[in-house]
């Protein structure tokens, strides 16, 4: 009686491990693809293969009269437990991915496809009027994408487009924008105090239809906090009070993490 209990133990822990050594797998491909998604599908594929399999295993072993292998006892005694640990595998390497920094989707700011397309549409613009409206995407995706030089002539030019073209709607965007762009590359030379000036400036923009609504870009405020350049970014963030006031608390939020000195979640304001 004890030998059978001990052995129901012991098959009851290889089911465990072996299921457990293919989720961690499954989480090591979340943190490498850095999709959570993507991550549950691969894994509820290897899941439901190895599991038909066992049962196959299991079906033949008991037609050939051999119905206690070990592959039968686990899938026999482990069948709801597995589903258990495999959903919360998932649900762990998700939440692992969701929150490790480096992992998250808004990090890398923009992908190599916004920068082609940014560099199509600039190079199909004519005239002054069409290249400010294209010349901001340019400059922020050449600071991932494309040499140095490229991302400062273009922010340059928006910059002096801006004045030449007037106060449109996009006047706000061109300002931010272009000094922004300016101090990602000053901080990248290691000129801080450039950046930090630069990142000033960028706040002191007038705002715009897309600014006043959806709010900043804060790849260089983020860079800067990372720096340790809080009081410059607290400081950009009164800057922005003026024109963003549609931000739901998000700057007193962003304000509280820098006070208690937290990196902010600045999702998707990292790509606008």
């Not at 509820?44 to 292998?69: C, D, I, P, S």
């Not at 106060?167 to 450039?194: I, M």
Request: with cysteine; net charge positive; hydrophobic share 45%.
């Amino acid at each position: 009686m004890a030998h059978d209990a001990r052995r129901e133990r012991g098959i009851l822990l290889a089911g465990v491990l072996w299921y457990s050594a293919l989720l961690i797998a499954t989480a090591g491909v979340a943190v490498a693809a850095k999709s959570p998604l993507w991550a549950a599908l691969v894994g509820l594929f290897v899941a439901f293969a190895v599991r038909n399999g066992q049962l196959l295993y299991a079906l033949g072993a008991k037609r050939r009269g051999r119905e206690h292998t070990l592959v039968a006892r686990v899938v026999r005694s482990n069948r709801p437990l597995v589903w258990v640990l495999h959903f919360a595998a998932l649900g762990l390497c998700a939440g692992v991915v969701l929150a490790y920094p480096e992992g998250r989707r808004y990090e890398a700011s923009y992908l190599k496809d916004d920068h082609e397309r940014a560099l199509r549409e600039l190079a199909s613009a004519s005239g002054d009027r069409e290249r400010f409206y294209e010349l901001g995407r340019a400059a922020k995706t050449s600071v991932f994408f494309g040499p140095p030089e490229d991302a400062r002539r273009y922010a340059e030019e928006l910059l002096d487009l801006a004045l030449r073209v007037g106060r449109n709607w996009n006047y706000g965007n061109a300002v931010h924008d272009g000094h922004v762009v300016l101090g990602l590359l000053a901080l990248r030379e290691g000129r801080v105090e450039d950046a930090k000036t630069e990142l000033l400036l960028a706040g002191r923009t007038p705002g715009s239809p897309q600014l006043d609504t959806f709010g900043p870009n804060m790849s260089l405020a983020r860079d800067l906090l990372r720096r340790g350049e809080g009081a410059t970014v607290l400081e950009y963030f009164g800057l922005c009070r003026w024109f963003w006031k549609l931000d739901h608390g998000a700057l007193d939020r962003w304000e509280e993490d820098v006070r208690q000195g937290r990196e902010p979640d600045f999702g998707a304001n990292l790509v606008f």
